[in-house]
DNA sequence: GCAAAAAGTCACCATACGGTGACCAGCCCC
DNA sequence: GGGGCTGGTCACCGTATGGTGACTTTTTGC
């Protein structure tokens, strides 16, 4: 036998032991936990094998980078078409906004990207953009262009960011803005409040008719 | 001379200095490089006067926690009443978005609560939560209340939740659901924007007439 | 079969951290 | 003056980190 290699002493299992295990850290414990010491131990591995296989954590990092689609498990409820693009965007929205409320992992590392901590960051946002980036195209091609003299993007965007940031603050503090972020009734006027939000996305002006 | 405490050994000054400096570290070097050691050091005082003065780190933060208004300069912008509800938030907006994108130090503490990193979270987001609904509650002391049937605090918390988000994200990676948040002219329409949803405050239903 | 290369392990270094105890140096008051 | 009391400093401990060199064990190629 020349290519299978046996199972112990595998070169390319431990390396890809040892991303998962940063994958890992990233998701539990947050960006400023990944360290060579914490992946090694959590890999069940030496860190030295950290050094020699990607260099540094910085290397690392970047392998792992890449790998990195897993927290945004994008849920594409593509199923049928929604009336229009402002009810289709208030769906992608409301489940959006389930999955990252339901996902720890995703919100670490969303957290990650905001404390600016390491080289993680470029990599993982870059990773990200890209995901929102073809989701939103996706919408798009789903149920048409939105309303002309309406930037889309610009409200897309704020939602999308009010969003990450509700969900941040519900699981670091709990509240925001004098909301109770540990009520779901809060939570269902947030959701309320976004979806109302949205009909801005099919009106031709907000100014009304 | 009875009273005044000659210039060294003042432990009124020195506390001060720690906490001053503790401050100073939380805003320069984010919330994770809050130490005994980092703090001592930037005050030029050893670290186990931090221990005697407040108990340890935990008292430090709280101590200085308490004094954390500096970060929100308020701009009271409040020469003049808006002709409505929603025009006086959006007004509001503008002024908190222009502030905290040229305030590196407030942005750091917005993102040390998210970061969720040590004891300084929930003193911290309990003094800007407080400092917030005063904000909220002078503008509609002014302006009177929104229309009956529009959620104010949730859309609220929207809209100052994307403005934190969207800050957070032009200091640390420059880009957020695919806009150059580098651009001033992306700045621009996201205001416009963040405007047009306030219209949405001034309305019976969002639904139209 | 055997040597070389590769995979994995161990021991160690310097540094920094949080935390604690002992030690000086001024001040106050009896 | 001579205790106390208190503000301030020094030295140290245990632990953890990032990083490096030397070592052993396995696999591979000839």
Same mark, same amino acid.
């Given at each position: 036998?020349?290519?299978? +290699? $046996?199972?112990? *002493?595998?070169?390319? %299992?431990?390396?890809?032991?040892?991303?998962? @295990?940063? #994958? &890992?850290?990233? /998701?539990?414990?947050?960006?400023?936990?990944?360290?060579?010491?914490?992946?090694?131990?959590?890999?069940?591995?030496?860190?030295?094998?950290?050094?020699?296989?990607?260099?540094?954590?910085?290397?690392?990092?970047?392998?792992?980078?890449?790998?990195?689609?897993?927290?945004?498990?994008?849920?594409?409820?593509?199923?049928?078409?929604?009336?229009?693009?402002?009810?289709?965007?208030?769906?992608?929205?409301?489940?959006?906004?389930?999955?990252?409320?339901?996902? +720890? $992992?995703?919100? *670490?590392?969303?957290? %990650?990207?905001?404390?600016?901590?390491?080289? @993680?960051? #470029? &990599?993982?946002? /870059?990773?990200?953009?890209?995901?929102?980036?073809?989701?939103?195209?996706?919408?798009?091609?789903?149920?048409?262009?939105?309303?002309?003299?309406?930037?889309?993007?610009?409200?897309?965007?704020?939602?999308?960011?009010?969003?990450?940031?509700?969900?941040?603050?519900?699981?670091?503090?709990?509240?925001?803005?004098?909301?109770?972020?540990?009520?779901?009734?809060?939570?269902?006027?947030?959701?309320?409040?976004?979806?109302?939000?949205?009909?801005?996305?099919?009106?031709?002006?907000?100014?009304?008719?």
């Amino acid at each position: 036998m020349s290519k299978l +290699p $046996s199972p112990k *002493r595998d070169r390319e %299992a431990t390396a890809r032991r040892i991303v998962e @295990a940063a #994958k &890992t850290v990233l /998701a539990r414990d947050g960006a400023a936990a990944v360290g060579v010491n914490a992946v090694a131990r959590e890999a069940g591995v030496d860190k030295q094998l950290i050094y020699r296989y990607f260099g540094g954590l910085d290397g690392l990092i970047e392998a792992a980078g890449g790998e990195i689609d897993f927290w945004l498990t994008p849920a594409d409820d593509a199923h049928e078409a929604p009336k229009s693009y402002g009810t289709g965007v208030a769906r992608l929205m409301r489940t959006y906004l389930a999955e990252l409320r339901g996902n +720890p $992992s995703a919100r *670490r590392v969303l957290a %990650a990207e905001l404390s600016g901590a390491g080289p @993680a960051v #470029k &990599t993982l946002s /870059a990773a990200r953009a890209k995901a929102v980036g073809r989701w939103l195209a996706g919408l798009r091609g789903r149920t048409g262009n939105p309303p002309p003299g309406v930037d889309a993007p610009a409200l897309n965007a704020i939602l999308l960011a009010a969003i990450d940031h509700l969900a941040l603050h519900e699981a670091a503090t709990g509240a925001f803005a004098g909301l109770d972020l540990k009520k779901p009734e809060t939570w269902a006027r947030l959701e309320k409040a976004l979806t109302d939000a949205t009909a801005l996305l099919d009106r031709p002006r907000a100014g009304g008719p």
